[in-house]
């Protein structure tokens, strides 16, 4: 009796984690992946984002229940586990042209280009040596930390700067430490929230007010290819939220003061060149960009149709 009783659980068990079926009482389950830890605040823009859309589309496709993951994946594996469905059913990625062709990308980048303006997390030793770089020249002269699966480190490898590789995220910020590398470049929706939450642990990080680079980096909600109802789901409820303005509010509320603070306008821009983008976003409207962005990178092939 004891063998069937587990058995019968175990089968229970994959029922209940099947992000394929429906969550209680009819409510369409929607999972996104376990933040890596505590501290990792990489994720809530866009899980308050994900759960505005479908809000936004509740009225048209039903209830929902959206819900992180069970346990913690590593990133290398989130796209394999959304593609399966069975833990996972959605996730969040800067575009690249492998992504696209395994998976459906929602084509709406969800913080208006702004992950691919980098800026620099440096230790306070570093501080005058980046105030006097002028040229692509001197820029090579750097050690910058990425992580090892992400596509941030291609384009600088590409670009043919120095890169150290790093496998965990939390120890990118010991290795700066460490003095491991000489900077480690975070996306402007970043990186001023991570130093004022790491600044005690780390009293000599501090972020760098000289320099900017930038490459095309849009960033989507991934989905299943067989999930085509939650694509057009959440991709309802973010036209929705960005033609009725809480889109704007909220990527305002999450990222305005950052945009303000970091003084654009006055940093030397090196611009790198993305080649694992995707065609997908030639076909988005200039609304979805920030201003600043069109302003000064080549971004001609976007449209001004609503």
């Given at each position: 009796m004891?063998?069937?009783f ?10 209940l984690?099947?992000?394929?079926l429906?969550?209680?009482?009819g409510r369409?389950?929607v999972i996104?992946?376990?933040?890596a830890?505590n501290s990792?605040i990489r994720d ?6 994900l759960?505005?859309a479908l ?8 209830a929902?229940?959206l819900?992180n993951?069970?346990?913690?994946i590593?990133?290398?594996?989130i796209p ?9 059913n959605?996730m969040t990625s800067p575009d690249?042209t492998?992504l696209?062709e395994s ?5 709406i980048?969800?913080v208006?280009?702004?992950q ?10 570093q ?11 001197e820029l090579k002269t750097?050690n910058?930390?990425?992580?090892a699966g ?6 600088f ?7 150290t ?5 939390n120890?990118l910020f010991?290795?700066l430490?460490a003095e491991?590398?000489?900077?480690f ?6 990186i ?9 642990e780390?009293?000599e990080m501090k ?5 900017l680079?930038y490459?095309d980096?849009p960033?989507?909600?991934f989905?299943a ?6 694509k057009e789901?959440i ?22 003061v950052?945009?303000?603070?970091a003084n654009?306008e006055k940093r030397k821009l ?6 694992f983008?995707?065609k997908?976003n030639k076909?988005?409207n200039k609304k979805y960009?920030l201003?600043f962005?069109?302003?000064n990178f ?5 449209t001004?149709?609503?």
């Amino acid at each position: 009796m004891k063998r069937i009783f587990i058995a019968f659980n175990c089968i229970f068990l994959s029922v209940l984690t099947s992000a394929d079926l429906l969550a209680d009482e009819g409510r369409l389950a929607v999972i996104y992946p376990k933040p890596a830890s505590n501290s990792d605040i990489r994720d809530q823009y866009f899980y308050e984002l994900l759960t505005l859309a479908l809000e936004k589309s509740a009225q048209k496709y039903g209830a929902y229940q959206l819900r992180n993951g069970d346990f913690v994946i590593p990133s290398s594996r989130i796209p394999k586990e959304v593609r399966k469905g069975k833990y996972l059913n959605i996730m969040t990625s800067p575009d690249s042209t492998e992504l696209s062709e395994s998976m459906l990308a929602i084509p709406i980048p969800l913080v208006k280009g702004i992950q691919g303006i980098r800026l620099m997390l440096v230790k306070n030793n570093q501080v005058d040596r980046l105030a006097k770089i002028n040229d692509f020249v001197e820029l090579k002269t750097l050690n910058f930390g990425q992580g090892a699966g992400w596509l941030d480190k291609l384009i600088f490898e590409d670009a043919g700067l120095l890169v150290t590789p790093v496998t965990d995220y939390n120890s990118l910020f010991k290795m700066l430490n460490a003095e491991r590398f000489d900077a480690f470049p975070r996306g402007i929706n970043e990186i001023y929230r991570e130093h004022r939450l790491l600044s005690q642990e780390y009293p000599e990080m501090k972020v760098d007010n000289a320099l900017l680079i930038y490459y095309d980096l849009p960033v989507y909600f991934f989905v299943a290819k067989d999930n085509q109802g939650l694509k057009e789901r959440i991709e309802f409820g973010l036209i929705k939220a960005i033609n009725d303005g809480s889109f704007d509010r909220l990527f305002n509320q999450y990222f305005g003061v950052a945009i303000k603070q970091a003084n654009l306008e006055k940093r030397k821009l090196f611009h790198l060149n993305n080649p694992f983008v995707s065609k997908i976003n030639k076909n988005h409207n200039k609304k979805y960009w920030l201003p600043f962005i069109l302003k000064n990178f080549d971004h001609n092939h976007l449209t001004a149709e609503q």
